[in-house]
């Protein structure tokens, strides 16, 4: 007896010893920026497998970790076999390699496993305690020989394309963490699961599953639960209130009605996440049995009551809302009794609090470590003096620092709102208190930095009650540094006395929606306003004030009559929107210039009266955009050439439908990079002398300019690196004369939304340097020409989609003359498939076919998307057996089939759900594994 007694004595030292080597290779990964710089902790007792290390393993070698690639075959892991010790088998995923493979947006990495690894070598390490094979898409199953490992502790099957959880999970008794977040096709958990006794962690973050097996009930030491996004799951077991050890349940995002009742019983749950299920309405009615609860977060339900007795939780920390139910549910006074709670709390349907002497208290002051208090009243008030004492004893600790009140329907606020003992509030927001006429003496917040006033439909006039008294203070708002007032319709006066320094830090106030505001504060009550946003405010017919330091002035009104003739000198920013006068603007426009001499960046939209920008006006000038002004005729009022623009960077002009030509002699403009012309109907050229005067263009956008026909004299400017070129007829139809053989360093270049070109591109049309080629929306396009394209030596990325007439009888390919190492192809019908065996050397291929298919191969992977609604799926496996040379790209015929959603392309392309088709190998992202273990 005693040599057994030893024996395990030998066995619980040995164990001891792997869990701290674990722990301190844990510990390792966790501080190291970069898996890369990853040491070995524990030399052969803990190996970090890199390159051709496997070698290197030997049968002392306990816990094994790896960097994950996009194939990580048998020949990797040759050398575990002989650590027939080995406790731990984890792949790490270094985030790097995602920057590494060059992919389109609809794309992602995708990482297999040899199944020889699964099937042959795994099952033979009886030992394994860690088991990772996460972001292995080809991991579709286990196999049954995974039953030997008896002695698993810890599972992470997280993003491999299981649909359910293999049966031989349930024989690992002695499993302690079960890991499958993201598994998109899992759909279910089988009853076995109920045999994994041991069970203290289980996370199934991100999976498709609709309900949990009963049998998940009897895992009675489960103490972590994670069901975040399970989109699916609308409800949970009955008998889920027999999981006594639960201590932390998240059930975030997903589609639940109503808890069991059963989970009153869960008595030592400390955290509950119901945040974002939209579709909760209530909460169990004995939920104030969880008194272990510190942890409530219920924000984004359809809740509208809580449960009673809430007040017996008086352990909660953290509740992010409290919901007032109309004569049901907890009231105010159960609030009143969680004195602990801390951060943020929402007190909503504040209507609701009854009018009985005993319903209120001092509900919120003794809660001192609350910092985020948010008060909302939902309808009218019926009595204005009950909801202003329903705001006495809403009264929080002086320790607060955000107040945001909602709805209030009293005329007066209590006088506790912006009392100088709370010394800390640094934001407040005051909403749609639509019956109050005057402010609270917030001025007297010493610590407040952002104020927001709206919707104070009775408010006519702020006067000296804002500002407080100025002995609790030494300047009223002495901390503010933005303040927005809005929503506003009967406010027509703001009086300050110049004697009190008020907002001696303001740097930016926004007015909107006052129309009969008459003034703003003078300049010198605001030293050190930078930004100014004034939106319909039609009554400020004063000249805007000239603050001394102002930087950014943004106005957006119908108004006729705000002036522009004074604004503030060294200002770096002017946005005007939706000015419909009729010559306000240009007729100041020369006497802004004069001030402006300062001026960096200038956003004019919708101001029909704008006939004529002076460019030349604004020395300074870095970043000019001009949008939707219908008038704009010219940049230059006289015939002679512009002063040089030694400091414009950027020139965006967009819906300008009587703009017809630049001002003669071009845009002396050397420092621009960039050039947009978008939708100007009658423009007829681009500026004169471009190669010369625009000697740092980089990148020029033309959309759709109808009667533009050529380029400048002299071509475009030898450094342009970006052309695209969008609905242009005449110019495309031109193209001949395009001439950017001469551009060097011309790298992309995009065409698009034509329907007259029927061959394209035309011999030497391009340039040699082109990296990527985008041809889309070509309508009459029936073939493009290999001459135009063969020369291409540099391109790594062509794109060609929504040409529904072009097919494969119409590429006109020489066998022997493939093009050169391109990387990326996309084209967009289904029977220009043979194109592909005519690029040799492609490593990255994204076909979309009417809008909808979609492929891609990367280094001798191939997948197949295909939208369910479009096509079906055996048809379209046999278009790419049929098409696709097996010698070139290795495909095989058998396939495994996925579901999955693809990424947005472009506004095109849209969104879909979608069946993949792996012809070759499967692959997905990767992921660091989590969770502890008991080793």
Not at 152 to 173: F, G, M, Q
Not at 426 to 431: A, F, G, H, T
Not at 500 to 516: E, R
Not at 844 to 855: A, E, P, R, T
């Amino acid at each position: 007896m005693w040599v057994n007694e030893l024996k395990d004595a030998v066995y619980e030292a040995d164990d001891l010893l792997d869990e701290i080597a674990y722990e301190a290779l844990r510990s390792e990964v966790k501080l190291a920026l970069n898996l890369v710089q990853i040491r070995y902790v524990a030399r052969e007792f803990c190996f970090r497998l890199e390159g051709e290390d496997s070698n290197k393993i030997t049968e002392r070698t306990r816990h094994l970790s790896y960097a994950v690639t996009r194939d990580d075959s048998c020949q990797k892991f040759e050398g575990i076999y002989d650590a027939k010790l080995l406790r731990t088998f984890l792949p790490l995923s270094e985030a790097w390699l995602r920057n590494q493979i060059n992919i389109l947006p609809v794309s992602r990495p995708r990482n297999q496993i040899d199944n020889k690894v699964t099937h042959d070598l795994l099952p033979r390490l009886t030992r394994l305690r860690v088991l990772s094979l996460a972001n292995y898409s080809n991991v579709v199953e286990l196999p049954d020989s995974m039953g030997k490992l008896k002695h698993l502790r810890y599972l992470n099957l997280s993003a491999t394309s299981i649909k359910r959880l293999p049966e031989v999970v349930s024989t690992a008794y002695h499993l302690q963490t079960l890991i499958l977040e993201n598994c998109k096709e899992l759909v279910e958990l089988p009853d076995s699961v109920g045999h994994l006794k041991h069970l203290l962690y289980a996370s199934l973050k991100g999976a498709k599953i609709k309900r949990l097996p009963e049998s998940m009930c009897t895992l009675y030491n489960l103490q972590t639960l994670v069901l975040e996004d399970c989109r699916n799951l609308v409800r949970l077991p009955h008998s889920i209130g027999n999981l006594k050890h639960l201590r932390y349940v998240t059930l975030k995002g997903t589609a639940i009605k109503m808890l069991p009742a059963s989970m009153g019983g869960l008595c030592n749950l400390q955290t509950l996440i119901l945040r974002s299920c939209k579709d909760l309405i209530e909460l169990p009615d004995d939920l104030g049995r969880l008194i272990n609860l510190s942890h409530l977060d219920i924000e984004g339900t359809k809740l509208s009551k809580m449960p009673l007795h809430m007040g017996k939780l008086t352990k909660l920390q953290n509740l992010s809302d409290f919901f007032l139910g109309k004569d049901t549910g907890s009231s105010i006074q159960e609030l009143g009794k969680l004195q602990h709670l801390q951060g943020g709390l929402n007190i909503w349907n504040l209507q609701n609090v009854g009018t009985a002497p005993d319903a209120l208290h001092d509900n919120v002051k003794g809660m001192k470590h609350l910092k985020t208090l948010n008060l909302m009243w939902d309808g009218d008030a019926n009595d204005s003096g009950h909801v202003r004492h329903v705001l006495d004893k809403l009264e929080p600790d002086v320790n607060m620092e955000y107040l945001y009140i909602y709805g209030y329907g009293g005329t007066r606020f209590s006088d506790w709102v912006g009392d100088s003992s709370f010394s800390r509030i640094v934001s407040m927001e005051l909403s749609r208190c639509k019956y109050c006429t005057s402010l609270p003496p917030l001025g007297q917040l010493g610590s407040l930095k952002e104020l927001l006033v709206r919707g104070f439909e009775g408010l006519a006039v702020v006067g000296r009650e804002f500002y407080g008294s100025c002995m609790s203070v030494r300047k009223p708002f002495g901390s503010l540094e933005s303040l927005t007032l809005s929503m506003m319709p009967e406010w027509r006066e703001w009086i300050s006395d110049p004697g009190m320094q008020a907002f001696p830090c303001l740097q930016k106030l926004c007015i909107s929606g006052c129309p009969n505001l008459r003034k703003v504060l003078s300049n010198h009550l605001l030293p050190s306003l930078t930004t100014l946003e004034i939106e319909g405010c039609k009554q400020l017919v004063t000249s805007i004030p000239r603050f001394p330091i102002i930087d950014e002035l943004k106005l957006d009104d119908d108004s006729r009559h705000l002036l522009l003739g004074r604004l503030p000198s060294g200002m770096h920013s002017l946005k005007v929107y939706r000015f419909y006068s009729i010559d306000s603007i240009p007729k100041e426009m020369e006497q802004i210039g004069s001030f402006l001499t300062t001026l960096e960046e200038i956003e004019m939209e919708n101001c029909d009266s704008l006939k004529c920008f002076q460019l030349d006006l604004f020395p300074r000038l870095k970043t000019l955009r001009i949008s939707t002004c219908s008038n704009l005729e010219s940049h230059c009022e006289h015939e002679g050439p512009l002063e040089d623009l030694t400091s414009l960077h950027s020139l965006k002009i967009w819906e300008c439908p009587k703009l017809v030509s630049f001002p003669k002699g071009g845009l002396p403009a050397s420092c621009l990079t960039e050039l947009q012309l978008f939708d100007c109907a009658n423009l007829k050229s681009l500026p004169e002398h471009m190669n010369s005067l625009l000697p740092s263009l980089e990148d020029l956008r033309l959309f759709l300019l109808p009667k533009l026909e050529f380029f400048p004299e002299g071509g475009l400017p030898s450094k342009l690196k970006s052309l695209y070129i969008e609905n242009c007829s005449k110019l495309i139809a031109a193209r001949m004369q395009w001439s950017l053989q001469s551009l060097p360093s011309l790298s992309k270049f995009t065409v698009g939304v034509d329907e007259s070109v029927e061959s394209f591109p035309e011999e030497m049309l391009l340039p040699s340097t082109l990296a990527s080629l985008e041809i889309w929306s070509l309508k009459a396009l029936k073939s493009l020409n290999y001459s135009g394209l063969q020369h291409l030596t540099s391109l790594s990325s062509l794109e060609i989609w929504r040409c529904p007439l072009l097919d494969q009888r119409s590429f006109h390919f020489n066998h022997e003359r493939p093009v050169g190492e391109t990387e990326c192809l996309q084209v967009c019908h289904a029977d220009i498939f043979l194109l592909l065996t005519f690029i040799a050397h492609l490593q990255f291929l994204l076909i979309i076919l009417d809008q909808h298919i979609l492929i891609s191969h990367i280094a001798g992977e191939l997948e197949f998307w295909v939208p369910q609604n479009v096509l079906e799926l055996d048809a379209c496996l046999n278009l790419v057996l049929q098409a696709i040379d097996e010698k070139i790209f290795g495909v095989r015929s058998s396939c495994k089939v996925e579901r999955s959603s693809m990424s947005q392309r472009d506004q095109d392309c849209g969104s879909h759900e979608i069946n993949m088709v792996y012809l070759e190998k499967t692959q997905i992202g990767q992921k660091i594994p989590g969770g502890d273990i008991d080793l």
